[in-house]
Structures are given as C-alpha cells and as structure tokens.
C-alpha cells in the first residue's frame, strides 16, 4: 500500500529540543532545593506535562499543586521555544518537499501547545500542518496509540497509509504495534536506545537529508 500522510514528533526530530529539556529538569529541581537524580531525564521523557508535574510533586514532596509545577516549567521553557530552540538540519528543506509532493502532515507531541505554536511560527513552518495533536486535545500521551489515530483521522488516512516519524524508542514502539509505517530518527539525547529504535521501526535515520530524496517520496506517488 502506498504512503499517504506523516505525523512528526516535535522534540528530537524536527527540533533540537532534548538536551534544554534534560537540562530543564534538573534546573526546576535544584531551584527547589533538590538536587536531581541521575536518572530523572530518562524517566520524565516517557510522560506527558501533567504526568511529570504529578510525579515530581509526589517524588519530591514538592510544597506545590501538579499545576503550579507545569506552570513553573513552561516558563523555564518558554524562552527557548520563542527565541533560541533550533530546527534540525534538513528539516525545513524536507517539509518544503513534502508540501510540494502535496503530503498531508500532522505533528504528535506531548509538549505544551502553546510552546509548539510559537517555535513553528518562529521557524517559519506553521503552515505545513493541517493539525497538531497534544494531550490537551484530549488524546493521553504516546504510550497509548489513540494521539496517532486522532491525527491520521485528520489527516484522513489509515495507520497502514500514515508515516509516523519519531525519535522516542517507547513512541516508536506504540505507532509501529497501532500499525503505523514507523521511522526511527535517531537523536543524541537517545542514542542508548538507537539499536531498539532500530529493531521496532522501519527504518531509522540520523538526518533529514536521509530521507529528503527521491526514493523516499516515491512511496508516495
């Protein structure tokens, strides 16, 4: 069957986001007197803004509401997302290509919506998505393949027909079980997961130029 649509993550694959997020995380803790364990950043990726801002208020035995801690980060955040946070190398050229092949696309992210606007209004690229899926649109975080589904329904096309392009192992593997055509990309921030990434997806890729080629569009065609 032929390709008909992608879904992009955000963070690690179009933007080269992940080393502020793991710094991010310790930066929060420490302003409240914690100092970070070794493996926080590893075991917050897995989870949606209000599941982290629940676990750190539990772990940690913060003074504070879930909603005070997401607040909190999203401010730490911000600044990145509206001034400084790179796209990855390619990424732009690869999104013109697909426009230009008349790709539909959608992004799936976990990250607060709000930060997801002004990066993409930012880097110029807004208007190559016909949506953006978040768990604030009602769908759970990509542990459960529902945030994918809701997105190839806007996009009007099965999970069979429907790229999904990730840089998150425990992400790819839920799109590739939902039977999703899934691409590994492999980020530095994951490289301990690069050989399972490998073994769950498609096919993987270290760069946008990867697959910014004729033989990759061709499955579209």
Request: hydrophobic share 45%.
């Given at each position: 069957?032929?390709?008909?649509?992608?879904?992009?993550?955000?963070?690690?694959?179009?933007?080269?986001?992940?080393?502020?997020?793991?710094?991010?995380?310790?930066?929060?803790?420490?302003?409240?007197?914690?100092?970070?364990?070794?493996?926080?950043?590893?075991?917050?990726?897995?989870?949606?803004?209000?599941?982290?801002?629940?676990?750190?208020?539990?772990?940690?035995?913060?003074?504070?509401?879930?909603?005070?801690?997401?607040?909190?980060?999203?401010?730490?955040?911000?600044?990145?997302?509206?001034?400084?946070?790179?796209?990855?190398?390619?990424?732009?050229?690869?999104?013109?290509?697909?426009?230009?092949?008349?790709?539909?696309?959608?992004?799936?992210?976990?990250?607060?919506?709000?930060?997801?606007?002004?990066?993409?209004?930012?880097?110029?690229?807004?208007?190559?998505?016909?949506?953006?899926?978040?768990?604030?649109?009602?769908?759970?975080?990509?542990?459960?393949?529902?945030?994918?589904?809701?997105?190839?329904?806007?996009?009007?096309?099965?999970?069979?027909?429907?790229?999904?392009?990730?840089?998150?192992?425990?992400?790819?593997?839920?799109?590739?079980?939902?039977?999703?055509?899934?691409?590994?990309?492999?980020?530095?921030?994951?490289?301990?997961?690069?050989?399972?990434?490998?073994?769950?997806?498609?096919?993987?890729?270290?760069?946008?130029?990867?697959l910014n080629n004729a033989a990759f569009f061709a499955a579209f065609s």
């Open positions: 069957m032929k390709c008909k649509s992608i879904i992009f993550d955000m963070d690690g694959t179009l933007l080269d986001s992940m080393g502020m997020w793991q710094q991010l995380d310790r930066r929060f803790l420490r302003e409240n007197g914690i100092e970070p364990p070794p493996d926080i950043s590893e075991i917050v990726k897995k989870m949606t803004v209000d599941t982290s801002s629940a676990y750190f208020v539990e772990r940690f035995g913060l003074p504070m509401t879930p909603e005070q801690v997401k607040n909190r980060i999203e401010q730490l955040a911000a600044e990145a997302y509206e001034q400084t946070l790179p796209l990855k190398p390619g990424a732009a050229d690869f999104l013109r290509t697909a426009a230009a092949h008349r790709i539909p696309c959608a992004i799936a992210s976990v990250t607060y919506p709000a930060l997801l606007e002004a990066a993409l209004k930012r880097l110029g690229i807004r208007q190559h998505f016909r949506c953006i899926l978040t768990p604030e649109s009602g769908t759970a975080g990509k542990h459960e393949p529902g945030i994918y589904f809701a997105a190839a329904a806007r996009l009007g096309t099965s999970p069979a027909e429907t790229v999904v392009i990730e840089d998150a192992l425990y992400a790819a593997e839920t799109a590739a079980a939902a039977g999703f055509c899934t691409i590994g990309f492999r980020d530095a921030a994951g490289q301990a997961d690069w050989p399972a990434l490998e073994a769950v997806c498609s096919r993987t890729v270290g760069s946008w130029a990867e």
